[in-house]
């Protein structure tokens, strides 16, 4: 049979096939019970020195489910499954029927080898609905992987939201263990981690070699991925546990090859550094964590330290480091305060073999400080381990070398996205390669978009100086360019056109911007003119700088009202208080600095109150600030090298379908230093760098009406689609598809108007046929007769909806603002509180309203009183868990209703999304209750049982 028309079945046997050929053994298992019954049996062999002969009892099996999955999140069984870095073990303690402890071990993370590895298919699980899943791969007979199938040519994304309908409709008990899904039409295949939340489809990612060569294929995939002792270490290695999110990560293979490249230099080459090149935005920071955790399990090594540069360390990046980190003995593994005592203490502690701390004081305890020196002269000959992030900017001075000569036999590895090269080197000659030794691996941007791991760039050079011998071009000789550009009337030009086009580029807010000027007095004369631009406060505009104690202009500025740039800011920070109702100023820059950094990332269009839409800055927030709802850089200053790429890189983050690529709007011409910049850190290559011209993308667009134009004229035709079922509807939903997914790249273009397309398309006809789409999705989410035996070809169709949506203020954004209260001083906590309140008054969305007032009393009673390193989401969860409990006692109690009974109820209802009344009936026939009794009781159980299900579900 030809390869492009293989069955699903036929994709599934070969697949398996290629399984057995690896080392995995085919178990025929058939239903939820026969996989509990064949765990049970592995359980008993794997422990049967601890079981003394005496196998598992029902009663114990039931106490080993209650230990392993109970009332546990899937991020907490990962967890579980996991063990720690000092016991990499999946192990449980359960009381025998004899009363005595026993130990069961039923993963072990530190050898493959103690494991057994099986695959089955075609299991049968009875939820919600019935659902049957493709391939499950089990470890020690636990699910810990699903492989959804589609044939090949079919729609890439079915499978992907196929996982989503089996998860919410029939994973439970043991397949709650499932760690890693996997999507494959035969050609193309990815994987991705299970978790709690909402599955994300943008974090699908490929498998690769180590030279980032994709391997799509399902067999090529296969022989690298599912390899056990590949796959083992995907699993108990390769994991991050995000614990402030309770998220659960699965790191991408140039992650994985470069923390092994590091490890294998320590082992091989220990006296020789290494540098790491893995462009900006594909997660450095996490790989390095990774490699200095993996490192801390060397028993020779005494020490692993990362080090960071302060000036990235706002708030919630310190919260993000800690979320990832193990606690130490005295708290946190990254230490903020400016106290070198305790990074010392945390050096000389044999409890703490990962250190998280800022060169800046790393400098001071070896350098600066005499009575330091002495209390770590222990170190000056052990093997410590350095973690140097940004090394691009960090380790180019002297407290680099200080660090050095103070570490005689330390081992130093760099993680950069913009390497120092001879063309971009410093004063001082040195390169990232004459510090590093050996490039370990890289992974350029060119590779990163490829990927979908970080978005393309759509770059717009807009002219503002024209005349005889002068441009935009900051080298033009023979004029005074400062002047020319500090012009008002130019500056009033751009900040004009900012206005009037920036909900177009922003996609009507959803998404903010960062317009970086080239000082301090720039960015208060932008700052100015905005404020009398936008009166009515339209936009909310701020700006952040830092600023010199002694300026060199402060003679001429004498007579001025505002005389230094702190001054400046001063009335800038009295304006945020105004808007936001806070309480900052100069003294508190760095709470200043914290709140501005949070309202950039917690953007969302619902809440314009709390949004900072457009941030004038200088140099602050162009490297290091993450924030997938960045979209836009407005740039009015002179950019080049390592500099221009990061600048760019901020907007690039990949978030949902409405953000197709980072904008980048150029008020100077810096079209030299862009490809310059490109083909230096794409090693030469740019076509993957920047997305489509507008020029293709019109061109796609009218290709994609002229095929909506074929299956349905005008909208109103779209209704007799109806009438010729699944089929024919499915072909619109498809072509409308296709417009808007380009639409949604075109619309940002300052080139893109309705009118270009008269005849074809008009503003008008996409909005009706926008409400037909709307319509289809809505019909087809609801229950209809199904055809026996058959699935609807729609069920599993991605609509793409979030094209059409703005933000939400939903639940869990809500949530995701609260667990990111920052605890640190009480200034920027009651900041967060203050803003989470605003919304929850009156709130818009019926599940929200139902559990506004527990988390407004959260706010109230409990933020508080929290420690500064207090884990809010942690709090958050068992201050939820006791009103839960308090409540359901109190309704058994005033109805008389057993406590089993009703937590009985809740779990089915959690799981079938129902309760059952045949049990109901039955517990309230054994106590006694009469016909008419019943009824009553049975009503308020299940209006309880939902509403409570409702009340206290926060994902």
Not at 488 to 516: C, G, P, W
Not at 653 to 682: H, M, W
Request: aromatic share 10%.
């Amino acid at each position: 049979m030809a390869e492009g028309y293989e069955s699903e079945a036929l994709l599934e046997k070969r697949f398996m096939n290629r399984l057995n050929g690896i080392g995995y053994k085919t178990v025929r298992i058939r239903t939820e019970e026969e996989i509990m019954a064949h765990f049970r049996d592995v359980l008993n062999k794997r422990n049967a020195d601890n079981l003394n002969g005496t196998k598992l009892t029902d009663a114990e099996f039931k106490r080993v489910l209650h230990e392993m999955v109970g009332t546990k999140t899937i991020f907490q069984m990962a967890q579980l499954l996991r063990g720690s870095d000092i016991q990499p073990y999946g192990k449980i303690v359960i009381q025998r029927d004899d009363n005595s402890s026993l130990y069961l071990n039923f993963f072990d993370g530190h050898d493959y080898h103690n494991n057994t590895y099986e695959v089955t298919h075609q299991v049968t699980v009875e939820g919600k609905h019935e659902n049957r899943y493709d391939v499950t791969i089990l470890i020690n007979g636990l699910p810990v992987s699903q492989i959804e199938l589609k044939k090949r040519g079919g729609d890439f994304s079915e499978a992907f939201h196929q996982i989503i309908r089996y998860r919410d409709e029939s994973f439970r008990q043991l397949y709650r263990f499932v760690q890693i899904f996997v999507v494959s039409d035969g050609e193309e295949t990815r994987y991705f981690a299970n978790g709690d939340g909402n599955l994300n489809s943008n974090f699908m990612f490929y498998w690769t070699d180590r030279e980032n060569n994709w391997l799509n294929d399902i067999d090529a995939f296969t022989a690298s991925f599912f390899v056990p002792e590949r796959f083992h270490s995907m699993i108990a290695k390769y994991t991050i546990f995000d614990n402030d999110h309770d998220k659960m990560m699965i790191m991408r293979p140039y992650q994985v090859y470069a923390s092994e490249a590091i490890v294998n230099q320590v082992l091989h080459k220990p006296e020789h550094n290494g540098y790491v090149w893995h462009t900006t935005g594909s997660g450095k920071t996490i790989t390095a964590f990774k490699a200095a955790q993996l490192l801390t399990r060397d028993p020779d090594i005494k020490k692993v330290i990362f080090l960071i540069d302060r000036s990235d360390l706002d708030a919630q990046t310190a919260k993000n480091f800690n979320s990832y980190l193990p606690k130490t003995v005295g708290g946190n593994a990254l230490d903020r305060t400016e106290d070198t005592h305790s990074l010392v203490k945390q050096l000389r502690s044999k409890d703490s073999p990962l250190i998280v701390s800022t060169i800046q004081k790393m400098n001071v305890a070896v350098h600066q400080s005499n009575r330091y020196k002495k209390l770590l002269d222990q170190f000056h000959d052990e093997k410590v381990i350095f973690i140097e992030d940004e090394c691009h900017r960090t380790q180019f001075g002297e407290m680099r070398k200080n660090i050095n000569s103070f570490f005689k036999n330390a081992q130093h590895f760099g993680f950069t996205g913009t390497p120092i090269f001879a063309e971009n080197v410093g004063p001082d000659g040195r390169t990232t390669k004459t510090l590093y030794n050996d490039e370990l691996h890289r992974y350029l941007i060119k590779d990163a978009i490829r990927d979908r791991n970080v978005l393309g760039f759509n770059v717009q050079y807009i002219g503002t100086i024209k005349g005889k011998n002068i441009s935009d071009d900051e080298q033009v000789s023979g004029i005074d360019t400062k002047e020319a550009f500090e012009n008002e009337k130019r500056m009033r030009l751009i900040a004009t056109h900012i206005l009037l086009n920036h909900d177009q580029v922003s996609k009507n807010r959803q998404y903010n911007a960062i317009f970086t000027v080239p000082s301090t007095k720039m960015a208060m004369k932008y700052y100015n003119i905005f404020k009398e631009l936008n009166k009515d406060g339209d936009l909310n505009i701020t700006t952040i700088f830092t600023w010199q104690a002694n300026e060199d202009d402060a003679e001429k500025k004498q007579k001025d009202e505002v005389k230094t740039s702190r001054h400046g800011l001063d009335g800038v920070i009295d304006d945020y208080n105004k808007q936001y109702g806070t309480d900052f100023s100069t003294e508190k820059f760095s709470d200043y600095f914290s709140d501005v950094s949070k309202r950039m990332k917690d953007h969302n269009s619902e809440a314009r109150q709390n949004n900072i839409d457009i941030l004038i800055v200088v140099n602050m927030f162009l490297t290091g600030f993450d924030s997938p709802k960045l979209s836009t850089l407005y740039i009015d200053k002179p950019l080049r090298w390592q500099g221009l790429i990061q600048a760019f890189s901020r907007t690039n983050r990949i978030e949902k379908q409405t953000k197709p690529f980072g904008n980048i709007i150029c008020y100077r011409n810096l079209k030299k230093e862009t490809d310059d910049a490109v083909g230096l850190f794409s090693d030469g290559s740019k076509e993957d760098f920047f997305v489509p011209t507008y020029e293709k993308l019109a061109e796609q667009f009218v290709q994609a009406i002229q095929k909506l134009k074929k299956v349905t004229p005008t909208p109103h035709d779209v209704d007799s689609l109806y009438d010729g079922g699944e089929n024919e509807l499915s072909k619109f939903v498809l072509a409308y598809r296709d417009i808007l997914r380009v639409f949604n790249k075109i619309r940002v273009y300052d080139e893109f108007n309705w009118n270009k397309f008269d005849g074809q398309l008009s503003q008008q006809e996409m909005n009706s046929f926008k409400s037909k789409y709307v319509a289809a999705y809505d019909w087809l989410g609801k229950d209809r007769p199904a055809t026996p035996g058959k699935a609807s070809i729609l069920d599993d169709i991605d609509f793409e909806i979030e094209l059409l949506e703005t933000d939400k203020i939903n639940v869990e954004y809500i949530v995701n603002l609260v667990k990111s209260i920052n605890l640190q001083n009480k200034e920027t906590r009651d900041s967060d509180t203050t803003k989470i309140k605003r919304i929850l008054v009156n709130p818009d969305s019926p599940k929200l309203k139902s559990k506004a007032d527990l988390l407004i009393d959260f706010l109230d009673q409990v933020i508080p009183k929290l420690d500064p390193n207090a884990n809010v989401g942690n709090e958050l969860n068992e201050y939820l868990a006791k009103r839960r409990e308090g409540e359901i006692n109190d309704f058994s109690k005033e109805n008389k209703i057993p406590l089993d009974l009703i937590n009985k109820q809740l779990n089915d209802y959690d799981f079938y999304g129902k309760t059952d009344p045949e049990e109901v009936t039955e517990a309230l026939n054994k106590a006694g209750y009469g016909f008419k009794q019943k009824i009553t009781i049975k009503k308020r159980i299940k209006k309880f049982v939902a509403k409570t299900m409702e009340r206290f579900a926060m994902a």
